[in-house]
Structures are given as structure tokens and as C-alpha cells.
């Protein structure tokens, strides 16, 4: 069965300096997003990105973050100064959505960003 | 705004036994709304979803319940087994121009005791 696979399982990184989170998606998808999950809290979103362009993002992902799909399989994302509130996990998903309908989103196994 | 939240942190039920968790939520807008299982250390994993031109939906051991007019939904699941030990999500579908976005709710623990 077909899924989601993230890269790396888990980060550690000083505060301010870059990390880069992979995603490879379900080969078909068109949809992809990216999720976050505080530890204890609820999972929240950040972005969504379909056709090579941001299409959503929520107040979270500020100008720290950025995604792209640079080589047209993974699909990544990138804090360019790592802050403490930055700790959490992250998950991609992605969906074969299209305008207006509805279709089941899969999430990948998640990266559990520490950053000291 | 958009807002989903649950009645139960923290649920305990003997094997065997049915479990019912619940979840509230504001945006009588939403198409969808859908729960998630998440075991420890994986993404949420889809479990059952339900239009809200629907009440009840039933899948296998699942069934959703849907009550627009408290805007209520529940998760049924039947004869609880030790691998239903999770935390659950209710979640509702925020369409957007291109994708859904999902609106997560707080999460409730499911304990299975044996």
C-alpha cells in the first residue's frame, strides 16, 4: 500500500540555525500539506501547496518557513532560524483533493523537530 | 471562526466493552468532518468520515454520529480492543480554493484495559 514516508525521523538543532524537513508524497497526489503537532496539543496546520505554489497557509508560518518541491517528488520544508516554539512534530500529508471536493488526506510517519 | 474541541481528555473502557468519544464544533459551514486514530510516534490515520448532509455513518466496528443541530459529533467504536488504544481527532474539512484544510480538534486518549 502506497504511503507517505518523512525524512528524518527526528532533528535536533540549535536555535537559529536551518533545518529542511522531507516529504515524499503518494506518487499521485496532486495536494500536499504540512501539519504540526505540539507535544500534548492538537495538530495544526501550516500550509498547503498544489501546482508548485503555496495556495494556503495559516499565521503560523511566517517568514521563518518556506516549501518547495524542488525535483518534483519530495516535498519540503524549510525554517531558516530555528526558534525554542519551533519544537514540535511535523507531518506531511497529501491528498488527491480537487476545487471544492473532498478526498481523504495521508499523513506521513511525522519528524519530531527539537531545537535547543 | 473556525473551532473544534472535545467534552473527554481522557477515556478508559474495559476490553470488550463500546467506547464513545465526543466532539464539539462551531463552524456550522464545514462539508465534512472526519476522526483520526494517532498511535504513538505515527501520523493520524483516517478512520471514518461523514458529510453533514448525513447523521450517522457506520464502518467497520466504527459508526460517526452527526448532530448538526447541537453541532455534536461522536465516535462509536464497538467491542474495544487493546489496539484501539489511541488518541482520537475529530477533525472538520475547511475547503479552500485548491485542497482541504484540515481543522483538528483537541484530542482524546483512549485507554483500553484488559
Known amino acids: 500500500e502506497p504511503e507517505v514516508t518523512q525524512t528524518p525521523s527526528h532533528q535536533v538543532t540549535q536555535m537559529g540555525q536551518e533545518v529542511i524537513l522531507r516529504c515524499v508524497p503518494i506518487?499521485?497526489?496532486?495536494?500536499f500539506y504540512w501539519y504540526r503537532q505540539i507535544l500534548g496539543q492538537k495538530v495544526e496546520f501550516l500550509v498547503s501547496?498544489?501546482?508548485?505554489?503555496?495556495?494556503?497557509k495559516s499565521e503560523i508560518f511566517d517568514d521563518q518557513f518556506s516549501v518547495e518541491r524542488p525535483d518534483g517528488s519530495n516535498f519540503t520544508l524549510k525554517i531558516r532560524s530555528t526558534k525554542l516554539e519551533d519544537s514540535a512534530m511535523y507531518f506531511c500529508?497529501?491528498?488527491?483533493?480537487?476545487?471544492?471536493?473532498?478526498?481523504?488526506?495521508?499523513f506521513g510517519p511525522g519528524t519530531r523537530l527539537t531545537v535547543l | 471562526g473556525e473551532s473544534v474541541g472535545l467534552h473527554l481528555p481522557t477515556l478508559s473502557v474495559q476490553e470488550g466493552d463500546n467506547s464513545i468519544i465526543n466532539c464539539a464544533y462551531s463552524?456550522?459551514?464545514?462539508?465534512?468532518f472526519i476522526w483520526y486514530k494517532q498511535e504513538s510516534g505515527k501520523g493520524p490515520q483516517f478512520i471514518i468520515d461523514?458529510?453533514?448532509?448525513?447523521d450517522k455513518r457506520q464502518g467497520q466496528r466504527v459508526t460517526v454520529l452527526l448532530n448538526k443541530t447541537v453541532k455534536h459529533l461522536s465516535l462509536q467504536i464497538a467491542a474495544t480492543q487493546p489496539g484501539d488504544s489511541a488518541v482520537y481527532f475529530c477533525?472538520?474539512?475547511?475547503?479552500?480554493?485548491?485542497?482541504?484544510?484540515?481543522?483538528f480538534g483537541a484530542g482524546t486518549i483512549l485507554r483500553v484495559k484488559s
Open positions: 500529508a497529501t491528498g488527491l483533493a480537487g476545487e471544492g471536493s473532498y478526498n481523504e488526506q495521508f
Open positions: 506518487s499521485n497526489h496532486l495536494y
Open positions: 501547496f498544489y501546482n508548485n505554489e503555496i495556495s494556503e
Open positions: 463552524n456550522s459551514a464545514s462539508d465534512y
Open positions: 461523514i458529510r453533514s448532509n448525513m
Open positions: 477533525a472538520e474539512i475547511s475547503t479552500m480554493e485548491y485542497g482541504n484544510k484540515l481543522v
